[in-house]
């Protein structure tokens, strides 16, 4: 599996992104999520979005303000991001997992492959 993300950008607090993430390669994904990172700190898991079925999971954080989809045509995962504030400033990862577990959809360390970061900047 491959992922290749996109849609990072500069705006200013209230705005909105869409960041997308294109799954290529063998295709099957139990959970495809996406995380974020600032400098110094670790990865902090921002949403998931189940394969099958297209159940959904946010940290608290951003409920109400992100929305994970998924383009099953398209092979794609996106996350809409409205009302941005300063503190979601960070690079944006999305990853994907053949095993993980609900309970585990928080652990960096039980998706497989990764996509490199896009960078998302919210100004005050």
């Known amino acids: 599996v491959q992922l290749q993300a996109s849609g990072g950008g500069l705006v200013q607090a209230g705005d909105s992104l869409r960041l997308s993430c294109v799954v290529s390669?063998?295709?099957?994904?139990?959970?495809v999520a996406w995380f974020r990172q600032t400098p110094g700190k670790e990865r902090e898991f921002v949403a998931a979005v189940r394969s099958n079925g297209g159940h959904t999971y946010y940290t608290d954080p951003v409920k109400g303000r992100f929305t994970i989809s998924r383009d099953s045509a398209k092979n794609t995962v996106h996350l809409q991001m409205n009302n941005l504030r300063p503190e979601d400033t960070a690079v944006y990862y999305c990853?994907?997992?053949?095993?993980?577990?609900?309970?585990?959809?928080?652990?960096?360390?039980?998706?497989?492959?990764w996509g490199q970061g896009t960078q998302v900047t919210v100004s005050s």
């Open positions: 990853a994907s997992s053949r095993t993980v577990i609900v309970s585990a959809l928080s652990d960096a360390g039980a998706y497989q492959t």
């Open positions: 390669g063998y295709t099957f994904t139990r959970y």
